[in-house]
């Protein structure tokens, strides 16, 4: 597995604005928005392409376009979807699945309410949005179902990841699964006992969408 921490400055101001217990749902999402856009920018540096020519009004061009299949987007409901709209921007083209998970808050085990996805992903650059890798499962769940699929790729991308997660995720899968790569803007320092990330941001759904 590949981890890339993408320590742009812009990112890392925009993540110390998310952070802050201060700012209002508005803003979170805003900001939440801007940097998927950022960081899928550095997640879709490999994206596949195919050669194509475009007629200019003055000769032909030589350029590229997404592969065919387009690639698949897959924000984990309900903290993704804050990151779905920053994402499109960048990719219009792609096609979105969706996956439900809800954490128990006791066991921490992630369990599966909803599944929207393509049932073959043969030869598919796929991208998974979830703000928080936390214990990983939410994450080891969904790759699992892309990789059972057939996805070419598989690209993580967090706002903020855990050590515990990340370790989870570098030992889950055996030969069998895509190449995976978790792109996020910070790694944090631990999970505290109800598995939330230290510093991280609180709950993200519930800074988006509110509490429930
Ligand atoms: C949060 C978060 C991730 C998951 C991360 O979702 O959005 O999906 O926890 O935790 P993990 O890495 O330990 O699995 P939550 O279950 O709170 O649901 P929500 O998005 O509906 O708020
Ligand atoms: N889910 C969240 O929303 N925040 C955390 O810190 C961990 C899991």
Redesign the pocket.
């Known amino acids: 597995m590949q981890t890339t921490v993408a320590d742009h400055p812009l990112i890392a101001h925009k993540l110390t604005l998310l952070r802050d217990s201060s700012t209002d749902t508005p803003t979170f999402r805003r900001l939440a928005y801007e940097l998927t856009t950022l960081l899928g920018y550095e997640a879709t540096r490999d994206v596949k392409l195919e050669s194509v020519q475009v007629g200019t009004p003055v000769g032909i061009a030589s350029g590229v376009r997404l592969a065919r299949p387009v690639p698949l987007v897959v924000p984990?409901?309900?903290?993704?979807i804050g990151m779905l709209d920053g994402f499109s921007s960048l990719l219009p083209e792609a096609d979105i699945g969706f996956v439900g998970?809800?954490?128990d808050e006791q066991t921490?085990l992630?369990s599966t309410y909803a599944t929207r996805l393509p049932e073959d992903l043969t030869g598919r650059d796929t991208f998974i949005l979830?703000?928080?890798?936390?214990?990983?499962?939410?994450?080891e769940t969904v790759i699992r179902m892309l990789a059972d699929r057939g996805a070419a790729t598989v690209t993580a991308i967090c706002l903020v990841a855990a050590p515990e997660?990340l370790a989870r995720l570098g030992t889950a899968f055996g030969g069998e699964v895509p190449p995976i790569h978790v792109v996020t803007g910070a790694v944090d320092a631990h999970l505290n006992q109800k598995?939330y990330i230290v510093p991280g941001l609180g709950?993200?759904?519930?800074r988006l969408f509110g509490t429930?």
Not at 76 to 80: P, Y
Not at 203 to 206: I, K, L, N, P, W
Request: glycine share 22%; proline share 4%; aromatic share 0%.
């Open positions: 984990i409901l309900r903290a993704g998970l809800v954490r921490l992630a979830d703000p928080m890798l936390a214990t990983g499962g939410s994450m997660g598995g709950d993200a759904g519930d429930i």
